[in-house]
């Protein structure tokens, strides 16, 4: 059993399969130290590997290239799950994977990682300058960031603008992986949006705050706007019995 989240339902792909178990043992070497940011909550190796051949390591030609992470609520730990995935993912594949923070009311990718949230996507929407220029590459192998950058105008019409669609067809074009942190799905239309220009959505709801009403809304929300919703992420889960007793089973 998980012990901070579990893949609680996938949607049926057409075509494709559930993901099977990997031939070889998968590597998640923590590059980073998770810096202490209001939604952390650190997640296994195990938990890690899980989500992302969940997610990402489907057999055949469906597997997810940009998918984005959204919360039902806010808290409930999506930043820190999408990061560690995207760092689990370029452990464990010779592609490039690009990290973006697209929360842009709310950023913390940039905490998460240790690193300065400079020029980034918010600047990168407001301008004509390609992509790759507000792009930075991470230490380690194989893993880039676009922070959410400083602009601070109105945010609405930038995440719903075509503008937006465009700039995640030019990062289709240089990395193999793209994972979206999104604001909450019940606070803000942004995910929805998002999700439409990806190629699916996980739903982080927490274990300890997340009523069932406001994950069935955001479930709802997001399938009702044509995205496709590639499962939910339980976290924060506690348990009954001592920790040590739990790293043995």
Known sequence: MSKYYEVLQRTAVKGGGRAGVLPAPLRVPRTYEMRPVPDAHVLSHEELVKLIQTVFLLPGDNSPRVVVFTGAESAAGCSSICAGAAEALSANVDEPVCLVDSNLRYPS????????????????????EPIQDYVRKLPGEGMWLLSAGHVSSPLAWTINSSRMGARISELRQSYRFILMDSPSVNVYSDAICLGQSADGVVLVVSANSTRKE????AKESLEMAGA???????????????QPIYDHL
């Not at 406001?214 to 809304?217: D, E, I, K, L, Q």
């Open 109 to 128: 990718l940039h905490l998460c990682l240790g690193v300065e949230n400079s020029k980034g996507l918010g600047e990168a929407l407001a301008s004509t």
């Open 214 to 217: 406001a994950g069935r809304r």
């Open 228 to 242: 496709r919703l590639l499962g939910a992420v339980l976290n924060n889960r506690t348990y009954p019995i001592p």
